[in-house]
Every structure is written in structure tokens, then in C-alpha cells.
């Protein structure tokens, strides 16, 4: 059987340098769920949808849940897809802003995400 048939059928790459490493390709629906950190390693909350531009299919932003128990305190934050940086050991992702910035930020209501404003992740 060709190299790359096997490789089709197993997932695994028999030849040159491991598949998309580094990590340059990730599933749409993979993102629901990752964790978000901050840079001093404090949990802003999980990923909980991605808003892709229709007009070139890459994803603009994504909305992070962040703080609340049961829906009580939730607050939703729309920030750029490119304000966040991947950390492969961890299967998360890293925002760089402090965890009381966004416990001071209003965020926005999860039934209305049409008010959504994808600039504004980077200074809630």
C-alpha cells in the first residue's frame, strides 16, 4: 500500500516530520470547551462558540464564558480569535488580560449575541 494511503486510513504520517506540527490546523468544533488562561495562569473561563466571517470562512472571534456556577454570574466576552495564543501542552489557550478585568467587565448577555462587538477582547 502507497505511504499516503496508509497515512489516510491510520491518521498517522509514516514519513517526514509529524503531522501538523507544529500545530498549524485545528477542528472548528475542537475549540468548544478549551480552557482560556491568562499569562499569570489564572483561568478566564472556557471557550463556548467561535462567530466565523462569512465572507472569507475564518474565524473572527470567539465567546468565552467566564466565571459563575450554574449559570448564576456568567458572563460572556467576545474577544479576537487573534488575541489568543495556543498553548499545545496544555490544550488551552492564552489571553493576555488580568482575571479582575474581566470580573469588572459588564460582558454581554448569552441571549443576545447579536450586541456582540468582536473588538472588544482585547480591553473589556
Known amino acids: 500500500m502507497k505511504t499516503l494511503e496508509n497515512d489516510n486510513l491510520t491518521g498517522k504520517n509514516d514519513t517526514g516530520k509529524p503531522a501538523n506540527t ?34 472569507d470562512g475564518k474565524i473572527e ?9 450554574t449559570e448564576i454570574g456568567e458572563k460572556y466576552f467576545a474577544v479576537p480569535y487573534k488575541g489568543l495564543t495556543l498553548d499545545t501542552s496544555r490544550y488551552a489557550f492564552i489571553l493576555h488580560q488580568e482575571k479582575e478585568v474581566l470580573e469588572n467587565a459588564p460582558g454581554f448577555d448569552k441571549n443576545h449575541w447579536s450586541e456582540t462587538n468582536p473588538h472588544y477582547g482585547n480591553n473589556p
Do not use: C, W
Open 22 to 55: 507544529p500545530v498549524q490546523y485545528l477542528t472548528s468544533s475542537s475549540l468548544i470547551g478549551d480552557q482560556v488562561y491568562n499569562a499569570e495562569d489564572g483561568n478566564l473561563g472556557e471557550i463556548k462558540d467561535r462567530m466565523l466571517n462569512i465572507h
Open 61 to 69: 472571534y470567539v465567546v468565552i464564558k467566564f466565571g459563575g456556577f
